[in-house]
């Protein structure tokens, strides 16, 4: 069955420090898509980035990158020279193929403290 | 604009009544999903719709009813049966968008059972 863990459960760091954030996937499907959401206190969430599974190459927008590696199963977000307004929860998730459901992990809260 | 709206944003019911949390999408999307957070456990697949007049359980359905009679309306009941209702619920809608597939989520609502 399909699964994401996302092992660090709070992070807290000063404002301009790198953060990454991990997620880890299990999928027997060779055809797939990861997501990353960023989920501030009002509750909505707030999409990042999506990759498919053929596609390995690393993407960075602005302060935040995506290290996407199929060998370990891993889907990494780094945030360069944190933000206040970074603090969030930042949820990982994969599609399951045959049937398009978003299967989230537990999600990271991130507090950057000033 | 297109979108999802998900009404009320907080809701107050009392224990044993029947509540229906409603989603609507304008956005011509086939797939719909409702999902559940609690604290510190993401988000849980509750029930999903992958097209008019079907829907499928997720994997916290129990105490739970949908319907899908119209393209735009994907309706959640919280029945009586579910023992512990009180969470953040989302719904979503999702689509193949150059061939790759997206999600749209609504702003949630709050149900608190009291």
């Known amino acids: 069955a399909q699964k994401v863990t996302q092992a660090q459960t709070e992070i807290s760091v000063v404002e301009k420090e790198d953060v990454t954030l991990d997620c880890v996937y299990e999928t027997r499907d060779t055809t797939y898509y990861l997501f990353w959401y960023k989920q501030p206190p009002s509750g909505e969430l707030v999409f990042l980035i999506r990759r498919n599974s053929f596609d390995e190459q690393n993407e960075i927008s602005g302060r935040y990158s995506w290290n996407f590696q199929k060998s370990t199963s891993s889907f990494n977000f780094t945030i360069t020279a944190s933000q206040v307004v970074d603090s969030a929860v930042y949820f990982c998730a994969l599609t399951e193929y045959n049937t398009d459901k978003l299967i989230f992990g537990t999600g990271t809260r991130l507090q950057v403290f000033p | 604009d297109g979108g999802i709206t998900q009404s009320p944003k907080y809701l107050f019911r009392k224990e044993g009544q029947n509540v229906t949390l409603s989603c609507e999408q304008n956005?011509?999307?086939?797939?719909m999903y409702w999902y559940r957070q609690d604290p510190g456990q993401g988000l849980r697949l509750i029930y999903y719709?992958?097209?008019?007049?079907?829907?499928q359980k997720g994997d916290i359905a129990e105490g739970y009813s949908v319907s899908r009679e119209k393209k735009e309306s994907f309706p959640l009941t919280v029945t009586s049966a579910q023992k512990n209702p009180t969470a953040f619920y989302l719904c979503a809608s999702g689509t193949y968008d150059e061939g790759t597939y997206g999600y749209t989520f609504g702003s949630g609502t709050r149900l608190t059972v009291v």
């Open positions: 719709s992958q097209i008019v007049n079907d829907f």
């Open positions: 956005l011509n999307h086939d797939a």
